[in-house]
């Protein structure tokens, strides 16, 4: 079965590269801190993971994936798209997985994280993200994708699945346009961790809920 699963989404990504159109804004800011030493945070809704695997394709990043059934699949289908990947979620395998993170970040390598992942509640930020934020020296983006509407699709070209993130499933010739929005925090050397930290979570729920309150 993960096999035959494992053939549908290869064909599906195919399909999705030869007919997406997408438009992508900011990724100059990122480059930016790349060739100044600095390493980014990318906080990515779970329900948007395919559009942002899309959307930063052809880049090196570290993704975390959950210890599960589905996130094993998901980490394989991502280990063929060139990205690097830290196994545990919030729920299991946490602490392991924080410190693969920070891990990574002091080889400098960007990382991604579903702030909101691996089962909700849907736009609330889990601590991790905040505090590999902390430690990292670049800033966190936050990856808004807004689909553009069609005469049939008034909500764009794809699917919406009735899990419990809504999760998104672009279709072939589906239009978007993705924006890799630097959040604007304090500096850190006026600020404790905890107060940083708890500043950058509601940061990036006020961005999630800006962004995919219709969603």
Excluded at 34 to 42: A, E, T
Excluded at 56 to 72: C, F, H, N, Q, V
Aim: aromatic letters at 10%; one cysteine or more.
């Amino acid at each position: 079965m993960n096999l035959l699963v494992s053939l549908v989404l290869e064909m599906y990504w195919f399909l999705l590269r030869l007919t997406i159109r997408p438009l992508i804004q900011g990724l100059d800011a990122i480059d930016g801190e790349l060739s100044d030493g600095k390493i980014p945070v990318f906080a990515v809704a779970h329900h948007t993971i395919l559009l942002s695997a899309l959307a930063y394709r052809g880049r090196p990043a570290t993704l975390l994936a959950s210890l599960s059934k589905d996130g094993e699949l998901a980490a394989g289908f991502l280990r063929k798209r060139g990205f690097k990947l830290v196994r545990g979620s919030s729920s299991r395998g946490g602490k392991e997985a924080l410190e693969n993170l920070l891990s990574a970040i002091a080889q400098g390598n960007p990382i991604a994280i579903t702030f909101d992942g691996p089962r909700g509640p849907r736009l609330k930020p889990k601590a991790g993200i905040a505090v590999c934020g902390w430690h990292t020296s670049g800033s966190i983006f936050f990856l808004k994708h807004t689909l553009e509407p069609s005469r049939w699709f008034p909500r764009g070209i794809c699917v919406h699945l009735k899990s419990w993130d809504r999760f998104i499933l672009p279709l072939p010739g589906c239009r978007w346009r993705t924006e890799f929005v630097r959040i604007e925090l304090p500096e850190k050397t006026t600020h404790s961790r905890e107060e940083w930290v708890d500043c950058a979570l509601n940061s990036i729920a006020e961005h999630a809920r800006s962004a995919y309150a219709e969603y």
